[in-house]
């Protein structure tokens, strides 16, 4: 089954506790991302990878740091974490089939900090 | 910066009825707007998708209405059912794939949170 898989799904840490949320998939897309979900703010991109080694900052990626190492994964570091990072955070991927592929999501990881 | 605007915030309609969302983008660059649709737990899905060289595009019940001129976009769900009760995201983007030397900007709408009532 074609899927974005994402761990932890559920995490409560504390401020500056360093922490790492994975995210998988098994499309062999090229494209991976990672959004946050706030209430009344909708999506907003954090980084961005078009391919193995190559990742852009989004709209938020401050205290944010990603690495693309392996075409399948794209963790999301959180070095510092802090209580307004507290959010529901979205990886997805997009592969190259057609002009304009669509974007896959995973099921997402709600991260609370203390 | 929002560049996109999308309204309204939550919407409720009964069953049978037309449900309409609307979008606005401010970047002429976007060449490519889809809609997601996501259910309570989940992450988003794409619902359909438009290019600019078209003023509508119709799957099932779903209609995408796009006007280039105004820089707006619209979705409609016809015969709106309890089922599609959800939040409704639309977004604007500037693709290129990796191919191509590779470039992105995608932008979200805040989100519609559709209750379809039976």
């Known amino acids: 089954e074609a899927q974005v898989t994402q761990n932890p799904r559920y995490l409560i840490t504390v401020t500056g506790k360093k922490l790492t949320v994975t995210c998988s998939q098994n499309m062999n897309h090229e494209y991976m991302s990672w959004y946050r979900q706030d209430p009344g703010l909708g999506l907003r991109q954090i980084y961005y990878s078009m391919n193995v080694e190559v990742t852009d900052k989004g709209d938020v990626p401050e205290g944010y740091k990603v690495s693309r190492k392996e075409k399948r994964n794209f963790p999301l570091i959180l070095e510092s974490p802090s209580p307004n990072q507290t959010s529901l955070y979205f990886c997805a991927s997009r592969g190259s089939s057609g002009e304009y592929g669509e974007l896959f999501f995973g099921e997402g990881s709600r991260l609370t900090v203390l | 910066q929002q560049q996109v605007k999308q309204s309204p915030q939550s919407l409720i309609v009964q069953k049978g009825g037309i449900s309409i969302i609307n979008c606005a983008y401010e970047n002429t660059a976007f060449d490519y707007f889809p809609w997601y649709q996501q259910f309570p737990g989940k992450g988003p899905a794409l619902l359909i998708a438009i290019r600019p060289d078209v003023s509508e595009k119709k799957e099932g019940r779903f209609t995408i209405s796009f006007n280039k001129s105004a820089k707006q976009f619209s979705l409609h769900i016809m015969d709106s059912q309890p089922g599609d009760s959800a939040t409704y995201f639309c977004?604007?983007?500037?693709?290129?794939?990796?191919?191509?030397?590779?470039?992105?900007?995608?932008?979200f709408g805040k989100g519609t949170k559709l209750t379809v009532n039976p």
């Open positions: 977004a604007a983007s500037s693709w290129r794939q990796p191919r191509w030397g590779g470039s992105e900007k995608l932008v």
